[in-house]
């Protein structure tokens, strides 16, 4: 397994904008394909958005789409998310994911139990 750590969370206010970043230790990270989820307090944790290991194709959850972007950098082991437009409804706990054997595209339908790999955390709050 890969041991995951994500940072870049915090306060932003609504608008605003923050970018995550998933540091890789263990493996390289262009052998996994590459998610974030996130949990907030009473919620099951939702499928944000996930990257493929070879041909980078990403897939994005309808509440994200054109506001958040994911992106990966193989030479530094580090996956981002850029969140853009922030709104209250983003707060919660964003986890960094991977897995050597899922294949993320457009039809992809994120679920954490696809991935074996998962970081700690970081805490996102949106408020004014």
């Known amino acids: 397994q890969v041991q995951l750590v994500e940072s870049g969370g915090g306060l932003v206010s609504p608008g605003g904008s923050l970018r995550l970043s998933c540091a890789a230790a263990g493996s390289t990270l262009d052998a996994h394909a590459m998610g974030w989820f996130r949990q907030a307090p009473g919620n099951d944790r939702e499928g944000v958005s996930c990257?493929?290991?070879?041909?980078?194709?990403?897939n994005y959850a309808d509440s994200v789409k054109g506001r958040f972007t994911i992106s990966r950098d193989n030479a530094r082991n580090t996956v981002y998310l850029q969140m853009n437009s922030l709104k209250p409804e983003d707060t919660a706990v964003y986890y960094c994911?991977?897995?050597?054997?899922?294949?993320?595209?457009?039809?992809?339908?994120?679920?954490?139990?696809?991935?074996?790999?998962w970081g700690q955390g970081t805490q996102v709050t949106v408020s004014s």
């Open positions: 990257i493929n290991r070879s041909d980078g194709s990403t």
């Open positions: 994911a991977a897995d050597p054997d899922y294949y993320c595209d457009s039809e992809s339908i994120l679920v954490a139990q696809d991935f074996r790999s």
